[in-house]
């Protein structure tokens, strides 16, 4: 359920920014965080599914991995992580807090001439 409401909000997003544009979208980037909980497959399946009936039909969705950055609480040095349990690699502090890989975000569409 998640992963169609975003593949609806994409929808939605895209559909917004071209809108009276001349060219047919092609290709759109989505950036997904690491910790935004998002299925890949289910996402772009979701997509897929919701896209036929609208002007983006033809359009492909590319997903880019967004990895987890953390900022260290005790010394301030923005690391990005790895497994569990994070550790800051410049004082070892284990105080963090998330920056970055918790969205989903749209990058960027790509526009096609009709032909
Ligand atoms: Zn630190």
């Keep these: 359920m998640h992963e169609a409401t975003l593949a609806a909000n994409v929808l939605k997003i ?3 920014a071209a809108a009276g ?3 047919r979208v ?3 980037t989505v950036s997904v ?4 909980g ?3 497959a289910a996402l772009i399946f979701a ?7 609208t002007p983006l039909d033809r359009a492909d969705l590319i997903l880019i991995k967004e990895p987890v950055t953390a900022c260290c609480d005790d ?3 923005d690391y990005q992580p790895g497994p569990f349990p994070y ?3 410049a004082c070892g502090s284990r105080s963090f807090r998330i920056t970055g890989g918790e969205e989903v975000r749209v990058k960027s569409m790509e526009l096609k001439k009709e032909i």
């Design 47 to 53: 997509f897929n599914a919701l896209k036929k009936e």
């Design 75 to 77: 010394c301030g040095t």
């Design 21 to 23: 544009k001349e060219n």
């Design 33 to 36: 965080g690491e910790l935004a």
């Design 26 to 28: 092609a290709r759109i």
């Design 14 to 16: 895209v559909s917004r």
């Design 38 to 40: 998002v299925m890949p």
């Design 87 to 89: 550790h800051c690699p």
